[in-house]
């Protein structure tokens, strides 16, 4: 599987208009395509869609309920199977449900979490963590027109849903089966930490959350087999593994990947890369991780502080570091991006941004230096790479493959303002995009480069399965794995620096290869005893011949 995400509305305009680029799609070798939430919300801020005012409804502006399954059926025929978001821990204000909460309906007042005064929502108040510090303190929201205090881990309009009361799971599970109806083929479960709640926590990962979705896994095999999850998981990365087995999300994000392929860029070293990749990656076979260099989100930190202690680095100050440089604070950082969240109180942050501004590409181009153009295309090309060439499913934030810049202009959209997440969201520049074939430009160089590391992974026999193993280089500024399939092996070694790097050529012959190897990303040939050096951002992608 090879995926891609977009939102239907900035890639496309509406449904019929990705109809319309289905062939690039199948071009660029997509098999996935997860679209950001296309269901009817508010109007204005709606956190990207992820507030749901109704399940069975696309919001009008992309089409209808029956585009929607007349385009899963046109994905289908390409080999493309349809990913929706199963946003199942809360929903919208102007849900149905909640109309019927807000007018006094008893039945409905029970599907959410409501209170007569700050009296337990302060006592919960005592163990939770603020998800957006920024632009909405706490976890719970006054309603006038209620008198009551709802609880609202995300956002004012975004009402938790009350999974103790049973129908909640009945109806919720009503809404799964009719998307799984409609076509769509894997389900991201949006928040799946948040949906338990209990006293004295902090109603995160709680072993409920998992019977709940347990319980919807077990019902879509009744129902619905060929309907697979998928987990987006905020919580420790050691945490994310627990969602991921073949009763309960069958495959999930890989955030400590993607956090560290950036920590790397920015440190020059892949000590905490390797260090924390390299027992952590084994899933149950049946099932895979997700690897993405960036979702629709902001990018979070994710390692583990002992990991980060065990190897000399303070996890506080780390992550003041890398916030810094990825937003271009740090002197000498090539990234442009935006902090999002940023608590001034605990010096908190995530950073927004696409790949290539915060690869360097948007700073490069402004001035113009032909040499940093390189080494930007370089590091977009090298993460690729490795989420490409890595165990799992890659997934390809589109507009990615042709090196689009930062949304300058996110902020004159009143109903985007507000979130930054959107400077990282620019719509698809089609202009740019029919330069893709032309290899004497950036959209060439970067559209070309990813079609040829998708393209040998569906071909090397190395790659079938997920088998993945995290090697010691010998060298601290190299990161290097094998891959091993039905019939095939192969080592992908990446210099994540500006600067050449040398490598024993005894390494290759100990990890399994043989003494005449080949590089499936040059064809150029290679003798294991021999050293090599890699140059700047070069990834290797090493095969016996």
Same mark, same amino acid.
């Given at each position: ?179 799984? !109806?409609?076509?769509?083929?894997? @389900?991201?479960? $949006? /928040? ?5 709640? *209990? #006293?004295? %926590? &902090? ?50 994000? !890989?955030?400590?990947?993607?956090? @560290?392929?950036? $920590? /790397? ?5 892949? *000590? #905490?890369? %390797? &260090? ?270």
């Amino acid at each position: 599987m090879f995926g891609g995400f977009c939102y239907v509305d900035r890639f496309a305009g509406d449904l019929a208009g990705l109809r319309e680029r289905l062939p690039y799609l199948r071009e660029l070798g997509l098999t996935y395509l997860h679209l950001m939430p296309p269901f009817l919300a508010p109007a204005g801020n709606n956190d990207g869609g992820y507030a749901v005012s109704s399940y069975r409804e696309v919001d009008p502006r992309l089409g209808t309920m029956a585009d929607l399954a007349a385009l899963a059926g046109e994905l289908r025929v390409s080999g493309i199977s349809l990913v929706l978001d199963f946003v199942f821990n809360h929903t919208s204000d102007e849900h149905a449900w909640a109309r019927g909460a807000r007018a006094g309906d008893p039945a409905y007042a029970d599907y959410y979490l409501t209170f007569p005064d700050r009296t337990i929502p302060d006592a919960y108040e005592r163990t939770l963590r603020e998800i957006f510090p920024d632009q909405r303190p706490g976890s719970f929201t006054y309603r006038a027109d209620m008198g009551r205090w709802v609880w609202t881990t995300f956002d004012s309009f975004q009402w938790d849903l009350n999974y103790a009361n049973p129908d909640v799971f009945r109806s919720m599970a009503g809404e799964m089966l009719f998307l799984a !109806n409609r076509g769509v083929e894997v @389900l991201r479960l $949006d /928040a799946v930490v948040f949906i338990w709640k *209990r #006293l004295g %926590t &902090a109603c995160e990962n709680l072993p409920e959350s998992h019977l709940i979705v347990r319980a919807f896994n077990a019902l879509a095999r009744i129902a619905a087999p060929a309907l697979l999850f998928k987990s987006e998981a905020i919580v420790h990365p050691d945490d994310v593994r627990e969602f991921i087995s073949p009763g309960e999300c069958q495959t999930s994000y !890989n955030p400590r990947l993607m956090a @560290l392929l950036w $920590d /790397a860029l920015a440190t020059r070293e892949t *000590r #905490l890369l %390797t &260090a924390s990749l390299r027992d952590r990656v084994r899933l149950d076979p049946r099932c895979a991780w997700v690897n993405y260099i960036r979702s629709h989100d902001d990018i979070g930190w994710t390692f583990d502080d002992g990991d980060a202690t065990r190897l000399g680095a303070d996890p506080f100050a780390h992550r003041r570091f890398l916030n810094a440089f990825y937003t271009g604070r740090f002197p000498g950082s090539f990234a442009r991006g935006l902090p999002f969240q940023e608590n001034p109180r605990t010096g908190d942050a995530r950073v927004a941004g696409t790949t290539a501004s915060l690869a360097g590409l948007e700073a490069a181009l402004l001035t113009g230096d032909a040499e940093e153009i390189d080494l930007a295309i370089g590091r977009i090309l090298l993460i690729y790479g490795v989420a490409l060439l890595f165990g799992g499913i890659p997934l390809l934030s589109l507009g990615d493959d042709l090196g689009q810049r930062n949304d300058y202009g996110y902020h004159l959209e009143p109903a985007l303002a507000d979130d930054s997440r959107w400077f990282g969201r620019p719509r698809m520049d089609w202009d740019a995009a029919a330069r893709h074939d032309d290899p004497a430009t950036i959209e060439g160089r970067l559209h070309a480069g990813i079609r040829h590391l998708a393209a040998i992974r569906r071909a090397h026999p190395a790659f079938n399965g997920t088998a993945t193993e995290i090697i010691e280089v010998g060298n601290d500024h190299v990161f290097g794995y094998t891959r091993q399939g039905d019939g095939g092996r192969a080592l992908i070694l990446a210099n994540v620096t500006e600067h050449p790097q040398i490598l024993d050529g005894n390494l290759l012959r100990l990890h399994g290869l043989a003494y005449h190897l080949v590089d499936l990303l040059t064809s150029g040939p290679m003798v294991a005893t021999e050293p090599r050096t890699l140059a700047p951002y070069q990834l290797l992608c090493l095969v016996a011949t």
